[in-house]
């Protein structure tokens, strides 16, 4: 036989036919493909065997024992003596069938050789797969994707959340129990939820989950609104683009929650759990707070009307901004216009008549106000006395009256009133008598009110207080009256002006600023729930209202002009003019928020305590006096 028919012979192409064909069939074959003998030979030469071996199984769970079969082995011009397996783990067996067992897993490489009556042997090769059950499971690779670790395996309990495929179904978790949530390539449909076709919101997979008897939502990283927690549900992030969690995850795997305004809370609020008295977990979430409208508290969390059986795990919240207390209104004057104006005098005159003891002119009266003003004093009359005949018995002209003084502290004084120029017979100038009598003296002012004190500036959260009450303004006194004169014909003398009322003080103070508002991280209201690995970074409390500014106080009234003086008699003083009422004090500024990590009633008793850093309180509002910055407190019951 030529060495280009034994090559042709124990091709591959011919053991895969030998494999699969009789061996009638096989031999027919053989003979077909057969060579001449070699010219000039001696002789055919010995055709080697042809080795073909086989078993059953090929693969199999450990321990595996397989059937080998080299009966498809031909040789074309003899016969096959002997057959020799190597089962590749150690062992050998031999004949035309033989029996390897495997005891443990692995792949192995069986070997046949054959030798014919002439000396001439082939070989063929089978690779066994044994799978094994290295962790003792009870399940075999493949099917066990880590046969490692005996607590993962398919049908293994998989709770999500350790980063681990306890069920071999492909995620943390178990896929067949969730709804996936994806914020970039979800969509929020009637269908959504799967893996490949995910929901757009937290709101929406939870929905989906109710309503296909689902137990958990899933959420990949991603940008989300606020939502409310569902009864019954896990909501979990931390899930990758590809829902694979911890070093597997595609980026980003961070599933922030945005708070943002919520009737029910009147302020902004990421999470809300209300009612919660069945297993329910929400779990691996970023919550930030962000900035409430004035008056408003900002909240990461709020859970009210809850139980243990509400688990938050694993949560980083961020409180907000808190909103701005009001600002105090302006104080009140109460008053228009000014205080009442005096009355001027009584102009001089000249009596006429035999003696008159009571006619000059008359003061003018004082303006009314909050403290009226002092009345003008009389002129001087110009006759002291009259006899039973008519006749005057104390013929001298009289001083005047001085003008009364104001009303009130600080009232302005009344003016004096002159002296009689002359005195004597009518007609008849004494030696006293050189000229007209004088001018009545002027009322003076009266004082202004003092203004009221700032209130008072609030403690951190509380209001500030109204701006004090300012003084009433002081009457102004009446002018002194002109005296008489009676040198030629007698004149008397003109009545003095009077004061002017003195200005009413404002009244009201401005009110204090408010409170600023609080920021919370997490609001407790008879709630209860269990905390796992909560971290809170304190938010800032609102700033304070500033102080309502003060009112200004009424206007003193003008005093009243004197009289005008009558030929050689005295005039009039004028009156006083009055003090202007006190202005009201500035409100206080309203105290600073504070900046709260966790904040419950007295019925809230939490299990567990979370860890909180950061904070700034809120600055106290401006005003009379200002408030003060908030608390930063982790904790408080209110």
Same mark, same amino acid.
Request: with cysteine; glycine share 28%; hydrophobic share 30%.
């Given at each position: 036989?030529?060495?280009?028919?034994?090559?042709?012979?124990?091709?591959?192409?011919?053991?895969?036919?030998?494999?699969?064909?009789?061996?009638?069939?096989?031999?027919?074959?053989?003979?077909?493909?057969?060579?001449?003998?070699?010219?000039?030979?001696?002789?055919?030469?010995?055709?080697?065997?042809?080795?073909?071996?086989?078993?059953?199984?090929?693969?199999?769970?450990?321990?595996?024992?397989?059937?080998?079969?080299?009966?498809?082995?031909?040789?074309?011009?003899?016969?096959?003596?002997?057959?020799?397996?190597?089962?590749?783990?150690?062992?050998?067996?031999?004949?035309?069938?033989?029996?390897?067992?495997?005891?443990?897993?692995?792949?192995?490489?069986?070997?046949?050789?054959?030798?014919?009556?002439?000396?001439?042997?082939?070989?063929?090769?089978?690779?066994?797969?044994?799978?094994?059950?290295?962790?003792?499971?009870?399940?075999?690779?493949?099917?066990?994707?880590?046969?490692?670790?005996?607590?993962?395996?398919?049908?293994?309990?998989?709770?999500?959340?350790?980063?681990?495929?306890?069920?071999?179904?492909?995620?943390?978790?178990?896929?067949?129990?969730?709804?996936?949530?994806?914020?970039?390539?979800?969509?929020?449909?009637?269908?959504?939820?799967?893996?490949?076709?995910?929901?757009?919101?937290?709101?929406?997979?939870?929905?989906?989950?109710?309503?296909?008897?689902?137990?958990?939502?899933?959420?990949?990283?991603?940008?989300?609104?606020?939502?409310?927690?569902?009864?019954?549900?896990?909501?979990?992030?931390?899930?990758?683009?590809?829902?694979?969690?911890?070093?597997?995850?595609?980026?980003?795997?961070?599933?922030?929650?945005?708070?943002?305004?919520?009737?029910?809370?009147?302020?902004?609020?990421?999470?809300?759990?209300?009612?919660?008295?069945?297993?329910?977990?929400?779990?691996?979430?970023?919550?930030?707070?962000?900035?409430?409208?004035?008056?408003?508290?900002?909240?990461?969390?709020?859970?009210?009307?809850?139980?243990?059986?509400?688990?938050?795990?694993?949560?980083?919240?961020?409180?907000?901004?808190?909103?701005?207390?009001?600002?105090?209104?302006?104080?009140?004057?109460?008053?228009?216009?000014?205080?009442?104006?005096?009355?001027?005098?009584?102009?001089?005159?000249?009596?006429?008549?035999?003696?008159?003891?009571?006619?000059?002119?008359?003061?003018?009266?004082?303006?009314?106000?909050?403290?009226?003003?002092?009345?003008?004093?009389?002129?001087?009359?110009?006759?002291?006395?009259?006899?039973?005949?008519?006749?005057?018995?104390?013929?001298?002209?009289?001083?005047?009256?001085?003008?009364?003084?104001?009303?009130?502290?600080?009232?302005?004084?009344?003016?004096?009133?002159?002296?009689?120029?002359?005195?004597?017979?009518?007609?008849?100038?004494?030696?006293?008598?050189?000229?007209?009598?004088?001018?009545?003296?002027?009322?003076?002012?009266?004082?202004?009110?003092?203004?009221?004190?700032?209130?008072?500036?609030?403690?951190?959260?509380?209001?500030?207080?109204?701006?004090?009450?300012?003084?009433?303004?002081?009457?102004?006194?009446?002018?002194?009256?002109?005296?008489?004169?009676?040198?030629?014909?007698?004149?008397?003398?003109?009545? @003095?002006? /009077? &004061?002017? $009322?003195?200005?009413?003080? #404002?009244?009201? !103070? *401005?009110? %204090? =600023?408010? +409170?600023?508002?609080?920021?919370?991280?997490?609001?407790?209201?008879?709630?209860?729930?269990?905390?796992?690995?909560?971290?809170?970074?304190?938010?800032?409390?609102?700033?304070?209202?500033?102080?309502?500014?003060?009112?200004?106080?009424?206007?003193?009234?003008?005093?009243?002009?004197?009289?005008?003086?009558?030929?050689?008699?005295?005039?009039?003083?004028?009156? @006083?003019? /009055? &003090?202007? $009422?006190?202005?009201?004090? #500035?409100?206080? !500024? *309203?105290? %600073? =928020?504070? +900046?709260?990590?966790?904040?419950?009633?007295?019925?809230?008793?939490?299990?567990?305590?979370?860890?909180?850093?950061?904070?700034?309180?809120?600055?106290?509002?401006?005003?009379?006096?200002?408030?003060?910055?908030?608390?930063?407190?982790?904790?408080?019951?209110?």
């Amino acid at each position: 036989m030529s060495a280009c028919c034994a090559d042709q012979i124990k091709g591959s192409a011919m053991k895969n036919a030998y494999r699969v064909l009789p061996v009638v069939s096989a031999a027919l074959l053989l003979f077909a493909v057969s060579c001449a003998p070699a010219p000039g030979g001696g002789g055919t030469a010995n055709l080697a065997p042809i080795a073909v071996a086989s078993a059953s199984p090929l693969s199999g769970n450990a321990p595996l024992s397989a059937a080998f079969d080299g009966s498809g082995s031909v040789d074309s011009d003899g016969s096959i003596v002997s057959y020799s397996w190597s089962f590749g783990n150690g062992t050998n067996g031999s004949g035309v069938t033989s029996t390897g067992n495997y005891p443990a897993a692995g792949a192995f490489t069986a070997v046949l050789t054959v030798t014919d009556n002439k000396g001439a042997t082939d070989t063929d090769s089978l690779t066994i797969t044994v799978n094994g059950d290295g962790d003792g499971d009870g399940v075999f690779v493949p099917s066990d994707c880590n046969d490692a670790d005996g607590t993962i395996f398919p049908g293994a309990a998989d709770p999500a959340g350790d980063n681990i495929d306890s069920n071999c179904d492909g995620i943390d978790g178990t896929e067949s129990a969730a709804v996936f949530v994806n914020s970039s390539t979800g969509a929020n449909t009637s269908t959504c939820g799967t893996i490949l076709e995910p929901c757009a919101s937290i709101t929406q997979g939870q929905s989906r989950a109710v309503a296909e008897s689902k137990s958990s939502v899933f959420v990949a990283g991603g940008s989300y609104s606020k939502f409310t927690v569902q009864a019954g549900l896990e909501v979990r992030g931390g899930y990758g683009q590809n829902f694979q969690r911890g070093v597997l995850a595609t980026s980003p795997s961070i599933a922030t929650v945005t708070a943002a305004f919520d009737a029910t809370v009147n302020g902004p609020v990421g999470v809300i759990a209300d009612g919660i008295s069945t297993a329910t977990r929400v779990a691996d979430l970023s919550i930030v707070g962000t900035t409430a409208s004035a008056g408003s508290s900002s909240y990461g969390v709020f859970v009210r009307n809850s139980t243990n059986a509400l688990v938050l795990d694993s949560l980083n919240i961020a409180g907000g901004v808190a909103g701005a207390g009001s600002a105090g209104a302006a104080g009140s004057s109460g008053w228009s216009g000014t205080a009442g104006t005096g009355s001027n005098g009584g102009d001089g005159f000249e009596p006429g008549g035999a003696c008159n003891t009571s006619s000059a002119g008359g003061g003018g009266a004082g303006g009314g106000g909050a403290n009226s003003g002092g009345s003008g004093g009389k002129g001087g009359v110009v006759d002291g006395s009259c006899g039973w005949t008519g006749l005057c018995s104390n013929c001298n002209a009289q001083a005047a009256n001085s003008g009364a003084t104001g009303g009130g502290p600080g009232a302005g004084s009344g003016g004096g009133g002159s002296s009689a120029a002359t005195d004597g017979l009518p007609g008849i100038c004494t030696l006293g008598g050189t000229g007209p009598s004088l001018r009545g003296g002027d009322g003076s002012a009266g004082a202004n009110g003092a203004a009221g004190g700032a209130g008072a500036g609030a403690a951190a959260g509380a209001n500030g207080a109204a701006g004090l009450l300012g003084v009433n303004g002081a009457g102004g006194g009446g002018g002194g009256g002109g005296g008489a004169n009676d040198c030629n014909v007698d004149d008397a003398g003109a009545g @003095g002006g /009077g &004061g002017g $009322g003195g200005g009413a003080r #404002a009244t009201a !103070g *401005g009110a %204090g =600023g408010g +409170a600023g508002a609080q920021s919370i991280g997490l609001r407790l209201q008879n709630a209860s729930p269990t905390l796992i690995a909560i971290q809170i970074q304190l938010g800032t409390g609102g700033a304070g209202g500033t102080g309502g500014s003060g009112a200004s106080g009424q206007p003193g009234g003008s005093g009243g002009s004197g009289g005008v003086a009558f030929d050689r008699g005295g005039g009039g003083g004028n009156g @006083g003019t /009055g &003090g202007r $009422g006190g202005a009201s004090g #500035a409100g206080g !500024g *309203g105290g %600073g =928020g504070a +900046a709260i990590g966790l904040s419950r009633d007295g019925s809230s008793a939490p299990i567990g305590s979370p860890s909180y850093s950061g904070g700034a309180g809120g600055s106290g509002g401006a005003g009379g006096n200002p408030g003060a910055t908030g608390l930063v407190t982790n904790t408080t019951v209110a």
